[in-house]
């Protein structure tokens, strides 16, 4: 069972472009037609220098481009079968445009237990930088095991 | 999309409804999300898993509910996005994405209202809580 000890665990950063195809099968995926994701033009006329990506999909990028998406796991010896998500969050701080190359940085912030043990929450937090160095969000997610 | 500048506290910002998600989207969402867990799309491991078929990424409900946002309030203007997934998203349902004005503030020298946001299934149950702070 995953303790203490994990806290401050550091995974491998993951490198990851922002590609222009990968992009719309999302968009069309989810039904996203807001023309500020799909056109340069009307993301011009939003205020980007670029055609931006959508809230949720730094999660998606960085699951894409990990060397093992599934480290978390592996590393804490978790069984996939056993996680679900508790909770996700994003914080923006600069544009994430198509074209740039994000640089993530994850690493363990907090592990507790609920439900006398039956539960453990693992929390995630990465900082997100983009190829100029600019630190353009952070994330955290909340990884629930289903123990025994 | 929603002038700014004459939000109020109690407003419903955001409100969009979603096609049922059937087994295609997820799929289709396992490759566009680089997310290749198999418990959302293969049913063998999701039985032996404990759960009686495939469901939803939570992601791809968290999606519908980013989408529901950035229709209603320009994408620049984001700054903050969470969400606490309450129940797992079943087959075939009909998500409804809301948002609602909870509080106005000045952060970093700009005004900014927080949203209170759910999503729930055609049977009214809630399926994600959360929030999001938008700059005015």
Do not use: W
């Not at chain 1, 990506?53 to 481009?65: G, I, R, S």
């Not at chain 2, 002038?3 to 566009?32: E, M, Q, S, W």
């Not at chain 2, 009909?94 to 970093?108: A, D, I, P, R, Y």
């Amino acid at each position: 069972m995953v303790d203490q000890s994990a806290v401050g665990h550091r995974f491998a950063p993951v490198t990851a472009r922002v590609e222009p195809g990968r992009l719309r099968y999302f968009l069309d995926t989810l039904g996203e037609q807001n023309p500020v994701y799909r056109d340069a033009g009307a993301a011009r006329a939003a205020g980007f220098a670029g055609t931006p990506v959508p809230p949720t999909y730094l999660f998606c990028l960085e699951m894409m481009d990990a060397e093992n998406p599934f480290e978390m796991l592996t590393a804490l010896d978790i069984d996939l079968a056993r996680v679900l998500h508790g909770e996700q969050s994003f914080a923006y701080h600069a544009p994430v445009l198509v074209g740039d190359t994000l640089t993530f940085r994850p690493h363990v912030a907090s592990v507790t237990e609920k439900k006398g043990g039956a539960l453990t929450l693992i929390a995630i937090d990465c900082e997100v930088t983009n190829q100029n160095g600019v630190h353009v969000a952070d994330t955290s997610r909340t990884v629930v095991v289903r123990n025994g | 999309m929603t002038a700014t500048n004459d939000i109020k506290v109690g407003d419903r910002l955001v409100h969009k409804t979603f096609p049922p998600i059937n087994r295609h989207k997820l799929a289709l969402y396992c490759g566009a999300s680089g997310d290749h867990n198999p418990i959302h799309v293969d049913i063998d491991f999701a039985k032996a898993a404990g759960f009686p078929d495939v469901f939803a990424h939570g992601m791809l409900v968290m999606g519908c509910l980013g989408q529901a946002l950035t229709d209603a309030v320009p994408p620049a203007k984001l700054r903050a996005f969470a969400t606490r997934f309450v129940a797992i998203t079943q087959l075939g349902a009909k998500l409804t994405c809301e948002g609602t004005v909870t509080e106005l503030f000045s952060e970093n020298g700009e005004r900014r209202a927080k949203l209170a946001l759910t999503t729930r299934d055609d049977r009214g149950e809630v399926k994600l809580e959360g929030s999001a702070v938008v700059a005015l």
